[in-house]
């Protein structure tokens, strides 16, 4: 068996084709063609369907674990660089979307200042769509939504920040001259997040003990979707602070909910394998961005102090966390 056999079929996973995997591989068709077959042989088993070009059911678990081996190929050569005090390599990043308005920006201008042989590929998704990216290694890190529940990764807290109903301005709440209950918003419509999604979770814990119920208008995934409408006027929604842009607080205003919780992200890894030296450049790089207090944006707040390297379910990991 061979790297390039495995090159080969994750190509064919990730472009669809035999054809757009050898374009990706600088290679010709008959060439992937030939490496697949010789990996066929030496496992005894049909990795690609045929008739639709799909990877088999034991395709599928040869290129997860490809992947990862390929993953700690790279990382080896970037931590060989790395001892001679060079960062350089790739890092493959997922981060939630009203995260990501913010926290890109600086991280691109830190690393690009630390390491600037550091390349980032950053992937903006929701919570729910970007775990499954993390457990099969198409990620080395990502920026989530807390508490996470996949024990397969370890989760460093990055920041809190508060969460507020978001209406227009001079919304009868906003003339209100005491604290903003969940009993003044229950009965109102509002854009929720989809049901088993991790903020959602957290809505419903917080409005659960006081027996109120959340009334949704629309159900969506995706917290910047959510922003979107609310901004177009279809309908007020709970949503992170920071998904207010600044051109629009003169149209929207947040309104504190008393007994709201804050919302909990962080930064997961897989717990299996050793981050590799450019990981672990980007690691420090988010842990000194959401330090520095006076470039965090209004309603974030640095989290308190944990254990580093501390499991998702809270249990410190046996091992070293991975890449």
Not at 87 to 116: C, D, F, K, N, Y
Not at 273 to 293: D, F, N, R, Y
Request: net charge negative; charged share 20%.
């Amino acid at each position: 068996m061979e790297l390039r056999h495995l090159q080969a079929l994750v190509a064919i996973n990730d472009h669809g084709t035999f054809s757009a995997a050898a374009d990706h591989l600088g290679t010709v068709q008959s060439n992937i063609s030939a490496h697949v077959a010789r990996l066929e042989r030496e496992l005894g088993a049909p990795l690609i369907d045929r008739t639709n070009g799909r990877l088999s059911e034991q395709g599928e678990v040869v290129v997860a674990r490809a992947r990862r081996i390929l993953t700690e190929l790279d990382a080896l050569a970037a931590d060989v660089a790395a001892c001679s005090d060079e960062v350089r390599g790739t890092v493959r990043v997922g981060m939630i979307g009203t995260t990501a308005r913010w926290l890109v920006p600086q991280v691109i201008e830190r690393t690009a200042s630390r390491h600037p042989e550091l390349s980032l590929v950053v992937v903006e998704g929701t919570t729910n769509g970007l775990e499954p990216q993390l457990a099969a290694g198409q990620l080395d890190l990502a920026v989530l939504n807390q508490p996470l529940v996949n024990g397969e990764f370890v989760a460093t807290p990055l920041f809190e920040e508060d969460l507020v109903l978001v209406v227009p301005v001079g919304h009868p709440l906003t003339r209100l001259r005491r604290p903003v209950t969940f009993d003044d918003v229950g009965g109102m419509k509002l854009i929720l997040p989809l049901a088993g999604t991790a903020f959602r979770d957290e809505l419903d814990r917080a409005v659960g003990p006081l027996g109120v119920t959340l009334e949704a208008s629309t159900e969506i995934d995706g917290l910047r979707l959510i922003a979107s409408l609310t901004f177009e006027g279809y309908g007020p929604a709970i949503l992170p602070a920071t998904a207010i842009p600044s051109y629009l607080r003169d149209r929207f205003q947040p309104v504190m909910i008393e007994g709201l919780p804050r919302r909990k992200v962080g930064v997961a890894q897989r717990s299996r394998g050793l981050p590799s030296a450019p990981t672990i450049a980007l690691l420090e790089v988010l842990a000194s961005t959401v330090a520095t207090v006076d470039t965090l944006p209004e309603g974030l707040h640095p989290p308190i102090p944990a254990v580093p390297g501390r499991r998702a379910g809270g249990t410190p990991p046996s091992r070293s966390p991975a890449g």
